[in-house]
C-alpha cells in the first residue's frame, strides 16, 4: 500500500486560502487516482476532490466548485488541494486518499490535517 502524509493545515480567516500537499510513497504514485476528503465534528466524512492518474480529469464536490482546486505532480509523488475564499463551513480535518487500479475504493489514506475557518 501507499503511504500518506498530508500537510498544509492551519487557521486561516473567512475569505482566505490554504493549500494542502500529500506527500506520497511508493513507486506506482502516478498510477493512481487520488482524493480528497474531509470530516467535520459530528459530521460524517465527505468527499471534496479527486484526481486522474494524469491529472487531466478533476472532480469536486458542489460545495467546493469554484473554489478548491485538486491537482498532483506525479514527478514528485505529491497531490495537492488549493483553497480559497474559505469559510468556515469548510472547517474539518481533511484527509488525502489514494484508489489503486483496478479496486473499487480509495483503499489508502492519510492521517489527516486540521483546518480551522474563523469568522
Known amino acids: 500500500q501507499v503511504q500518506l502524509v498530508e500537510s498544509g493545515g492551519g487557521l486561516v480567516q473567512a475569505g482566505g486560502s490554504l493549500r494542502l500537499s500529500c506527500a506520497a510513497s511508493?513507486?506506482?504514485?502516478?498510477?493512481?487516482?487520488m482524493g480528497w476528503f474531509r470530516q467535520a465534528p459530528g459530521k460524517e466524512r465527505e468527499f471534496v476532490a479527486a484526481?486522474?492518474?494524469?491529472?487531466?480529469?478533476?472532480y469536486n464536490a458542489d460545495s467546493v466548485k469554484g473554489r478548491f482546486t485538486i491537482s498532483r505532480d506525479n514527478a514528485k509523488n505529491t497531490v495537492y488541494l488549493q483553497m480559497n475564499s474559505l469559510k468556515p463551513e469548510d472547517t474539518a480535518v481533511y484527509y488525502c486518499a489514494a484508489h489503486p487500479p483496478g479496486t473499487r475504493d480509495f483503499g489508502s489514506w492519510g492521517q489527516g490535517t486540521q483546518v480551522t475557518v474563523s469568522s
Open positions: 484526481i486522474s492518474w494524469s491529472g487531466s480529469s478533476t
Open positions: 511508493g513507486r506506482t504514485f502516478s498510477s493512481y487516482v
